[in-house]
Every structure is written in structure tokens, then in C-alpha cells.
């Protein structure tokens, strides 16, 4: 056989010569391309799942902002403000935790934890029969006495803003297990 049939060019029915030789490099570059593009964008999408689930656990398991409604804690917390809440960690007197009751969410200060003997008047208030000071707060109100020994792993909360009655008060001692967590942080919207 001769060396020159080696090297033949593809004929097409017409007689001329194909083009499809010279056109499969080119194509099969921009197959690459197409699929080298397709990678890229399978990896920023990987990359923003991750990053996606990541915030998602975080704000589940370790921190969560939480919109304030009300002035039940006011000064510290004003209705309308974003208090960002610690999810983890124990809790002790003078915490703001945040917690649910009938559905509503409620943000009240812990002035009483296990042990402690709480006794609320309309006029002040005692831990361990030692009266509290009221320069953070606004009047002591409570139409009925109130007068408990703290239970063990539970809580005696009041608001700041002590008018608003949504607190220990009303129903009495919560269980550390019903806390979401403690503010560690606040957003201010409206104003300082």
C-alpha cells in the first residue's frame, strides 16, 4: 500500500471535501465549554446550599433574631426594635429571654431562679426578703400578691416595664425548658 491513501480526506456525496474534519475540534470545544459551564454553575449552586444550610442551622440551633412587639421591657427592648437571641448557654438573674406562651412570643427579665423565694406587691418587690432596687424599672404593679419559692430548673420572670402584666405574675414560674434563649444583642429600627 502506498503512504499517500493514509492521509485521504473525507468526500462528501457532491465530491467536495467535508468540512465536519476541520469542524471537530471546534465542536468538541465548545462541548467542553457548555459543559465546563455547567460544572461551574453546579458549584456555585453546591457552594450556596452549603452556605444556605449553614445560616439555616446556625439561626435553628445557635443564634435567631426576633422581632420585639410591645413595650413590656421597655427602655431596654422598644416595640418594633430586632433582638438577636443566644440559643445555647445557661441563664441567670438579670438575663432578657425571649419564650412562647399561647402561641405569642414574649420577652421578659429573670429576677428569680431555682430556690429563690419571690414576693411581688403593688408597690416593690423582694428575693429572699431582701427588697430590689427599681432604678432600672417603672412601678412595681401587681393586683393580686404574689408570693412563690422558685422550683428546681424553673424561672421567676418580670417585664421592666412592670404595668404590662404579661409575665411570672400572671403565670407563674416558667421552666427553663420553655426559654428559646437569652438577648445578647439588639437592632434598633426607629430612632434611638
Not at 23 to 29: F, K, Q, S, T, V
Not at 30 to 46: S, T
Not at 129 to 138: A, D, I, M, R, T
Not at 161 to 181: A, K, N, P, V, W
Amino acid at each position: 500500500m502506498s503512504k499517500e491513501l493514509e492521509f485521504t480526506d473525507i468526500v462528501e456525496e457532491d465530491g467536495q471535501p467535508s468540512s465536519s474534519g476541520q469542524d471537530l475540534p471546534h465542536a468538541r470545544r465548545k462541548q467542553r465549554e457548555r459543559k465546563d459551564r455547567w460544572e461551574g454553575l453546579l458549584r456555585v449552586f453546591i457552594k450556596l446550599a452549603v452556605v444556605a444550610g449553614t445560616v439555616f442551622l446556625l439561626c435553628r440551633l445557635v443564634i435567631c433574631p426576633y422581632p420585639v412587639h410591645g413595650n413590656r421591657m421597655f427602655p431596654k427592648l422598644r416595640d418594633g426594635d430586632c433582638a438577636v437571641v443566644l440559643k445555647i448557654g445557661g441563664f441567670q438573674k438579670g438575663d432578657v429571654v425571649t419564650f412562647k406562651k399561647d402561641g405569642a412570643r414574649y420577652f421578659a427579665r429573670i429576677v428569680g431562679t431555682s430556690g429563690d423565694h419571690v414576693a411581688v406587691s403593688n408597690t416593690d418587690y423582694r428575693i429572699n426578703n431582701l427588697l430590689q432596687s427599681e432604678e432600672v424599672f417603672y412601678e412595681t404593679v401587681s393586683n393580686e400578691p404574689v408570693d412563690v419559692i422558685v422550683g428546681p430548673d424553673e424561672v421567676f420572670l418580670l417585664n421592666d416595664y412592670r404595668s404590662e402584666s404579661s409575665d411570672s405574675r400572671t403565670f407563674g414560674t416558667l421552666s427553663l425548658s420553655e426559654i428559646d434563649g437569652k438577648v445578647v444583642f439588639l437592632f434598633r429600627w426607629r430612632g434611638i
